[in-house]
Nanobody, 120 residues
Framework: QLQLVESGGGLVQAGGSLRLSCAAS????????MGWFRQAPGKDREFVAG????????TYADSVKGRFAVSRDNAKNTVYLQMNSLKPEDTAVYYC?????????????WGQGTQVTVSS
């Protein structure tokens, strides 16, 4: 079982950047595919980006392609989401997910979320 803690959220102006981190504790982090999801007020949670256990394969939602980059450091039990060229519509609570099976589906482990607010 994994425990996940996100950090790095905050308030940023449109066009700015943020880097989110998700630190995992527990056994087996390096064997899990990891995903990032987000939920904006009044909307369903949506997939943002995912990365396989080795870090060699990544997937992105169309809305963030070319702006966001997901990476991981298995030695540090941490996954990152670098967010560039942020837009007001990126405003949401961002969640880290472990055991991401691919596509829009989620694995069994979630962090508590970190708020990202992009002002226009």
């Amino acid at each position: 079982q994994l425990q996940l803690v996100e950090s790095g959220g905050g308030l940023v102006q449109a066009g700015g950047s943020l880097r989110l981190s998700c630190a995992a504790s527990g056994r087996g982090f390096s064997s899990y595919a990891m995903g990032w999801f987000r939920q904006a007020p009044g909307k369903d949670r949506e997939f943002v980006a995912g990365i396989r256990w080795s870090g060699g394969s990544t997937t992105y939602a169309d809305s963030v392609k070319g702006r966001f980059a997901v990476s991981r450091d298995n030695a540090k039990n941490t996954v990152y989401l670098q967010m560039n060229s942020l837009k007001p519509e990126d405003t949401a609570v961002y969640y880290c997910n472990a055991g991401w099976p691919g596509g829009d589906y989620a694995g069994p482990y979630w962090g508590q979320g970190t708020q990202v607010t992009v002002s226009s």
